[in-house]
């Protein structure tokens, strides 16, 4: 694409209509909550005149999405939630100042999981995004309109958030790479707020090399946020065709069970003998305290999430009930209103879990468990370079399948969790679909800020036809 607006064959004006028009055709997907029209229209005016000036930057004329949990200044930022159905945020992210700085074109905001809280896109206020390769089918979640925006090319790349998997799990269900970074490596300022020690800002593209470009632009140590790492950034894209041989990657037992859909154990199978025909080296390891990250991290992220929801109180921002008596009344009425059923289950159980009486039985004990989590992971690189798992237990499920049952849809991110709880970076990447058609996702994993190894190894497996 941006060969072509350099050689003056289109132009980003006719490329930001070609995308409006394809969400406008689109819009039963349910993937955007808003359409930035307007401002995508004179951004692209901009970034028309840089490029005829020769100044344009790394990202220019992209067409880019964004999940609705990122402000961007003077647009709305619900968090698919209705307690913030009105609210228009005073500033930008950070993340958001990188990619326009850059050049990109932010064309809307994607539909998302209630506060980034769910695994399929059905808890949010606005509807339930749904699957471009069959609309029975959940997307994945909680950044399933990203997803989405990206498989059904409504956009060419787009931001999610990932706090237990919300940019992997959707990437696999949806058939695009969904990669998350390490936690430090992009900064969260303007990120809303879940799981503050888990969240992170994820990039989905429909190749590695794009996922590489955008991640590039919006990595890197903010001033803004404390826990942005000051670790260089290198020039991603460039480094994507590094020599794989002599690369050990780990295929940790606890994930190759036999409750893995046999489809899915067949791609890894592929992906080993396409590792092995390029020099790489595959051996089994173990992370032995897999067993306990999703009741881990159900705990560490609920805590975190009832001390983060506390703000939204109706005397702020955002839903304010009417006809209260009392400050108590505001406060219950404002809350009862303008949570959905899942925010408030996560909050009730993170009340609990913090509470006086339970706080070392369940909190404290978790913290512990999770220690022992990032040090499997840190003796696991002792003897691998990266890791190779699958990026989810099945494909997609039917809308509504899981819905009544939140244990179950809580182990669709069985094989995510853990790399939120221990920081490192991870990514899936499409690897072909089952026999219904829906999509395979496979998932990368590296040591923390070493995104260079992780990337070279998906680009090999996409370079070979991995996903043909």
Not at 66 to 73: E, F, G, P, R
Not at 117 to 139: D, I, L, Q, R
Not at 426 to 450: C, E, M, N, Y
């Amino acid at each position: 694409m941006q060969e072509s607006l350099r050689r003056n064959e289109t132009s980003c004006a006719t490329l930001v209509e070609e995308y409006l028009s394809r969400i406008v055709k689109q819009s039963s997907l349910n993937a955007f909550l808003t359409v930035l029209a307007d401002r995508a229209r004179v951004q692209a005016q901009r970034v028309d005149a840089k490029i005829k000036a020769g100044n344009a930057g790394k990202l220019a004329g992209s067409i880019i999405a964004v999940k609705d949990i990122l402000a961007m200044k003077g647009e709305r930022l619900t968090c698919g939630s209705r307690i913030l159905e009105n609210f228009i945020s005073p500033y930008d992210a950070t993340a958001i100042s990188r990619l326009e700085n850059a050049d990109a074109i932010i064309i809307g905001k994607t539909n998302m999981d209630e506060f980034a809280m769910g695994s399929s896109n059905e808890n949010s206020a606005f509807g339930p995004v749904k699957n471009p390769h069959n609309e029975k089918y959940v997307p994945g979640g909680s950044s399933g309109g990203s997803a989405v925006a990206v498989a059904a090319q409504m956009a060419m790349a787009a931001l999610g958030s990932d706090t237990g998997g919300s940019v992997r799990q959707p990437a696999a269900l949806s058939s695009v790479v969904g990669l998350k970074p390490t936690y430090g490596r992009v900064s969260r300022w303007g990120l809303v707020a879940f799981a503050s020690s888990l969240d992170q800002i994820g990039v989905f593209a429909n190749s590695v090399e794009d996922a590489a470009r955008v991640l590039e632009v919006i990595a890197g140590v903010d001033a803004h946020d404390s826990t942005s790492a000051p670790v260089p950034v290198p020039q991603y894209a460039q480094l994507l065709d590094g020599d794989i041989k002599g690369k050990v990657i780990g295929l940790p037992k606890e994930y190759l069970s036999s409750g893995v859909q046999p489809e899915i154990l067949a791609a890894i199978a592929r992906a080993k003998t396409l590792f092995e025909k390029g020099g790489a080296t595959l051996k089994e390891v173990s992370l032995p305290h897999t067993q306990y990250a999703i009741a881990t991290y159900y705990i560490v992220c609920t805590a975190e999430a009832s001390s983060n929801l506390a703000r939204y109180d109706g005397a702020h921002y955002g839903r304010r009930a009417q006809n209260v008596n009392s400050l108590e009344e505001l406060y219950v009425k404002s809350r009862s209103e303008g949570f959905g059923a899942e925010v408030k289950r996560r909050i009730m159980l993170g009340t609990y879990v913090l509470s006086s009486g339970y706080y070392d039985a369940y909190y404290r004990r978790a913290m512990k468990v999770r220690t022992l989590i990032r040090r499997d992971f840190e003796q696991a690189f002792q003897q691998c370079d990266a890791l190779l798992t699958p990026t989810t237990p099945t494909t997609a499920f039917k809308l509504g399948e899981k819905v009544s049952d939140p244990l179950t849809m809580y182990l669709s991110d069985i094989f995510t969790v853990s790399m939120n709880l221990a920081g490192v970076p991870a990514l899936s990447l499409p690897a072909g679909k089952d026999q219904h058609g829906l999509p395979i996702g496979l998932q990368i994993v590296a040591k923390a800020f070493d995104e260079t190894t992780m990337l070279q190894l998906a680009h090999h497996l996409e370079q070979s036809g991995f996903n043909e």
